[in-house]
């Protein structure tokens, strides 16, 4: 079910903590300038690890923006979420409990998460085998739980509304920003702080995802060139961390407050392959469902779409089946509009990828961008659409798709719009 009653949802703040920049304006350079935030590993010890390589975030000191004593009860990922929200409340001339013209019990908090604070469950795993039980630290469950981040925020801003987290693998970002758009048409909000955030290079994690071989190998020794989304030689994933977070509200709400609007969501999508836990559906059409449902709500026509920011993992099945998915939704269009793969400068973020994603999407809108997708070299044959390889370009857009897809057959769609 969808309610409207004519409310338009615009973004008025953003923020973000990753590997290409701890703000939206360092960061967005670099994604202008085509450059990558994928290097060598050094979070731990990596020389039995068949990948190597990972966007890690580097030279980030937090307490500009947060106080050092509440940074000791978080993990990371709820630091990468507390410091992009800060960003984004800053902009969007906000502060707590109301502070710049908005009713606590009328807000909500909908973040993004996948794993939770892993780096809390491995460290101690390790004291508790070691030392027994006394040794675990008495923050251990506050820390590592999902749901932190969003309590944290809440707790911080003063939020009084719903605060909910939501766990959809890599699809998370994306869907917690559409389930906060959904909160603020249907009149339960009217304003949400939204995003994703992770915090999976750990042993643990890595372990995993090389267990599963879903991890690039291959260039271990030329880290920047690991993630390749639609090229032949494509082998796996780059795993990331950080956070994307952004204030939405609805429209009058912002303008009577005199809040800065930096673009308009028109349209949201999910569904579900039902098909495989970890592999997408071959034939992509859960992801193509997800992204009709998006322009239907948006009342757009696939033709009015300029550029779509892909899931574009880098991996074998998703990039072709990804490259289906497009064609089925918006048929002959789809070779006239852009698509890119912005983790192949990002690397995967999980659940922050789809929120990172999103202020990719608005920024283009703004500025009339297309972000390139990096080290298409070696074209695949199935992957035939334009994806501004190698080097960005100005151009026309009027909306824009980002989407995506995750682990248990998640597919989350959102349409964008200039204002």
């Known amino acids: 079910m969808f309610c409207d009653f004519g409310r338009r949802v615009v973004v008025t703040g953003m923020g973000t903590v990753n590997p290409l920049g701890h703000c939206i304006g360092e960061f967005w350079e670099n994604i202008k300038a085509g450059k990558s935030g994928i290097g ?32 000791r009860s978080m993990a990371d990922f709820t630091v990468y979420a507390m ?7 800053g902009q969007a001339r906000l502060g707590p409990n109301g502070e710049g013209g908005f ?15 892993f780096e809390i469950v491995e460290d101690n795993l390790r004291k508790l085998f070691e030392r027994g039980p006394r040794a675990v630290a008495p923050l251990t469950i506050p820390k590592l739980i999902a749901n932190e981040a969003a309590g944290n925020i809440a707790i911080r801003y ?7 987290t939501k766990v959809t693998a890599c699809a998370s970002g994306t869907d917690a920003i559409g389930e906060a758009f959904q909160a603020i048409k249907c009149n339960m909000v009217d304003l949400a702080i939204t995003g994703g955030t992770e915090g999976a290079i750990t042993e643990l994690a890595v372990s995993g995802f090389c267990r599963l071989q879903a991890l690039s190998t291959a260039y271990n020794d030329v880290p920047t060139q690991a993630c390749r989304p639609f ?16 204030v939405l509200e609805e ?76 064609k089925h939704a918006f048929k002959e269009h789809a070779y006239k509009l852009k698509v890119s793969s912005t983790k192949s400068m990002t690397s995967h973020l999980i659940a922050a990828a789809g929120a990172v994603e999103a202020i990719i999407t608005i920024l283009a809108l703004r500025d009339q961008f297309f972000p390139c997708t990096l080290n298409i070299t070696n074209p695949d044959p199935e992957c035939d659409l334009d994806y501004v390889p190698n080097q960005g370009l100005y151009g026309s857009i009027r909306n824009a798709l980002s989407e995506s897809l995750g682990f248990g057959g998640h597919n989350g769609a959102l349409i964008f719009k200039r204002v």
């Open 40 to 71: 060598v590993l050094t979070k731990f010890d990596c020389t039995d690890y068949p990948s190597k390589v990972a966007g890690e975030i580097h030279d980030f000191d937090p307490s500009d923006l947060l106080d050092r004593k509440e940074l």
């Open 83 to 89: 410091h992009a929200a800060a960003q984004a409340m």
């Open 103 to 117: 009713d606590p019990c009328s807000a909500g908090v909908f973040i993004g998460n996948g794993i939770g604070g």
């Open 158 to 164: 003063g939020i009084k509304g719903p605060c909910l």
């Open 231 to 246: 090229d032949n030689d494509r082998d796996g994933f780059v795993i990331g961390e950080g956070s994307g977070i952004l």
């Open 251 to 326: 429209f009058e709400h912002a303008k009577k407050r005199g809040a800065p609007i930096l673009g308009e969501i028109t349209g949201y999508g999910a569904t579900c392959d039902a098909y495989h836990l970890t592999a997408p559906d071959p034939e992509g059409s859960g992801a193509s469902r997800a992204m009709q449902i998006a322009m239907k709500m948006a009342n757009i026509a696939p033709e009015e779409v300029d550029y779509i920011n892909a899931h574009g993992t880098s991996t074998q099945a998703n990039d072709v089946m990804e490259t289906k998915a497009i």
